[in-house]
Every structure is written in structure tokens, then in C-alpha cells.
């Protein structure tokens, strides 16, 4: 698939034991490092009082939201709009294989009026340190080049459960895994989608209603076009082509030009079934790889318009898994991050063929 990393992992010897198909992975459930409820801050004191909402921490890994990967680690940061507000960062390391809580969820307080049509204006709350309003991020995490991770939050956190978005708080937010920073992007991004960084670094931003090319520094948009990737996509620089979907029969299959600058068509494709959009692997020369409800595996070849169907068994549930299925660097394997936080870390060995 890529280069091979050197050294061998946690990760590295369970994936000699691993078997093709779907491998949990034991001990390696998140639950156990999660906040819970009577839950202080070492420093400041505040407790989870202004962003639990209606369920808590669990939605870190049960919300609409993804991860990203990169070469040693898993990171995800992930609420719902009035289920969770905290917008802390947990990695699942490879080297040990296990998960460790790495920044404190920010306390909010109110702060933006929010006018109603109906009703009387609604304050919203924000955090107190500067950091980012956590709520849904869908498919958008995804790696830039120089390593930080990009986040696009359309859906921010809102006690009384009302969905606000962009016309009132920062929306695209980049986080270093290294200094644990958080800054906001130059450009804010907004709507319901899945991002994948093209082969020259661009980003491509496929919402649920059209889709953006971005610069690699995320300051600026190249090209917009209509038509859909939805809540996660993956993009093969091969063929230049990106695929995606929603949790529908019906997929998007976008072609960009040789400078990967411009969205040069798109086309709407008629799956097998309905396919969830917790992955959209990439395989390489136009294949791509899509997880259906019960982790069966759908190949699609874009430039041949095919599909083959492959069953593995063991696999966790996958119907509300949001990009949370990720090829993981240097290896052969996927991983699956559950819906539910007391599953183990599920590792994907496939039996198709992939060249990324």
C-alpha cells in the first residue's frame, strides 16, 4: 500500500495474528479513558456542568463524527450539537495500543445572541479559552501535509438542541498533534461533509450539497461544484477521482482535473444497496472500497463502473460509524474505531487487492 514504518508496534504484532476480515482487537476500548460526569479540571477547577448536554462523553466515539489517522496515532475529538459539548482530543497510540486523553475539554460559557424568527433569541455557548465550539464534525477530519489535522464543525454544541451554524462561530479549526494547539483556519469552511487531501495537497470539502477544493494552507477556494460526496469520502490520485456518500443507495463520484485544482465533473452512481458512510476506502486505480451495514465490503471501480460484494465475519456495527474505518499508514490493515465506546479497536485485514 505505502511505505512501510519502521519498528514494530503493538499495533504491529496484533496484526501478525490477525486473520482476513474484521479482528477485534481486546482491551482497546476507548470507555475506559472517557470523562465522566463528577469529572474536574486538574487546574481550573470547572466541572462538566456547561458541556455534558443530554448524553456526555460516550458521544466522542457515538456521534455524527469522524477521525483522523496519521502514522503513529488515531485522533478524534467528537460531540453532538445538544447530546456533548466537550472538544477534547483522545489518540489511540500504535506503539502501545491503547488510548490516552490528551487536552482537557474547554469550559463554555454564554456569550452569542442568537436571533430566532420564532421566539424569543437564544445565547450560545462558547469556550472560555479559545479553543474550538465542538459539536458534529462528520467526515471533515483529515490530515494536511504538514501533519496538523483540519476539522470542520457545522453543527456546534447547543443545550437547548437547536441546530445553529456558520453565521455565528468559527467552523474550521486546525489542531497539532504535536503541541496539542488548536488555531482556527484562515478560511471558514462550512456544511455537512467529508474531506480527503488530494494528491498536491489540496483539499477537497464534499458537503451534502456541492462540493470545494481548498489550498493545501487552507486559506483560500479554488472551485466549487454541485452534486454531493456527502459525510465521508475518499479521493485516488491516480485516477483523480473522489467517491462518496451518504447513508443511501445512491453515491457521488466527482473527477478532478490534472491540476487538481478544478472539479472537473461529477456523476451520480446507483449502488448495490444502501451503504453507510462510516468509510470510503481508497484502493487505488479508480477502486475504492465502502463499508455496508453489517461490515460487508463493497468494491467499486469508478472507472469501470463494477461493484463485488465481500462478507467477513466479526465484524462490529458499522451502520453508525461516521469515518471512523480508515486505512492505517504503512500497513495493510484498516481501523475501525466502534459506535459504541465499550467495543474494542477493530483492525480490517482485506483480501482485495489495494495499491495506495
Same mark, same amino acid.
Given at each position: 500500500m505505502s511505505e512501510r514504518v519502521p519498528g514494530r508496534t503493538a499495533l504491529d504484532r496484533f496484526i501478525e495474528r490477525c486473520d482476513v476480515g474484521w479482528n477485534a482487537w481486546p482491551g482497546t476500548a476507548i470507555a475506559s479513558v472517557l470523562i465522566d460526569r463528577s469529572w474536574r479540571h486538574p487546574i481550573r477547577g470547572y466541572g462538566t456542568e456547561s458541556f455534558w448536554g443530554i448524553v456526555g462523553s460516550r458521544c466522542v466515539t457515538s456521534a455524527w463524527s469522524g477521525m483522523a489517522v496519521t502514522r503513529d496515532a488515531v485522533w478524534i475529538s467528537n460531540g453532538g450539537h445538544a447530546d456533548y459539548g466537550g472538544n477534547e482530543w483522545y489518540a489511540f497510540h500504535f506503539a502501545q495500543g491503547e488510548w490516552r486523553r490528551e487536552t482537557h475539554p474547554s469550559r463554555l460559557v454564554p456569550a452569542v445572541v442568537i436571533p430566532r424568527k420564532n421566539g424569543p433569541p437564544v445565547k450560545l455557548p462558547v469556550p472560555d479559552d479559545g479553543r474550538p465550539l465542538r459539536g458534529h464534525v462528520y467526515g471533515s477530519p483529515v490530515v494536511l501535509s504538514d501533519g496538523r489535522i483540519l476539522t470542520i464543525n457545522p453543527v456546534p454544541f447547543?443545550? #437547548?438542541?437547536?441546530? @445553529?451554524?456558520?453565521?455565528? +462561530?468559527?467552523?474550521?479549526?486546525? %489542531?497539532?498533534?504535536?503541541t496539542l494547539d488548536e488555531v482556527p483556519a484562515t478560511l471558514d469552511i462550512v456544511g455537512l461533509g467529508g474531506c480527503a487531501r488530494l494528491g498536491n495537497n489540496n483539499i477537497l470539502f464534499g458537503s451534502s450539497r456541492n462540493m470545494r477544493v481548498v489550498d493545501a494552507g487552507v486559506t483560500r477556494i479554488l472551485d466549487r461544484h454541485s452534486?454531493?460526496?456527502?459525510?465521508?469520502?475518499?479521493?485516488?490520485?491516480?485516477?483523480?477521482?473522489?467517491?462518496?456518500?451518504?447513508?443511501?443507495?445512491?453515491i457521488g463520484v466527482a473527477t478532478l482535473d490534472e491540476t487538481e485544482t478544478r472539479i472537473a465533473s461529477y456523476r451520480s452512481v446507483q449502488a448495490? #444497496?444502501?451503504?453507510? @458512510?462510516?468509510?470510503?476506502? +481508497?484502493?487505488?486505480?479508480?477502486? %475504492?472500497?465502502?463499508?455496508?451495514?453489517?461490515?460487508?465490503?463493497?468494491?467499486?471501480?469508478?472507472?469501470?463502473?463494477?461493484?463485488?460484494?465481500?462478507?467477513?465475519?466479526?465484524?462490529?456495527?458499522?451502520?453508525?460509524?461516521?469515518?471512523?474505518?480508515?486505512?492505517?499508514?504503512?500497513?495493510?490493515?484498516?481501523?475501525?474505531?466502534?459506535h459504541q465506546p465499550t467495543d474494542p479497536v477493530h483492525i480490517l485485514k482485506p483480501d482485495f487487492p489495494v495499491d495506495v
Open positions: 447547543c443545550q #437547548v438542541g437547536i441546530m @445553529y451554524f456558520d453565521d455565528y +462561530v468559527q467552523n474550521a479549526w486546525i %489542531f497539532d498533534p504535536q452534486g454531493s460526496l456527502g459525510f465521508a469520502c475518499g479521493y485516488d490520485p491516480v485516477s483523480r477521482i473522489a467517491v462518496g456518500g451518504l447513508w443511501s443507495p445512491r448495490p #444497496v444502501r451503504l453507510t @458512510y462510516c468509510a470510503v476506502l +481508497v484502493c487505488g486505480e479508480g477502486r %475504492f472500497a465502502l463499508i455496508g451495514a453489517d461490515g460487508d465490503v463493497w468494491l467499486y471501480d469508478a472507472l469501470r463502473d463494477e461493484w463485488q460484494q465481500r462478507r467477513y465475519p466479526g465484524a462490529p456495527p458499522t451502520r453508525l460509524v461516521n469515518n471512523k474505518i480508515q486505512w492505517v499508514p504503512g500497513r495493510d490493515v484498516a481501523i475501525c474505531v466502534p
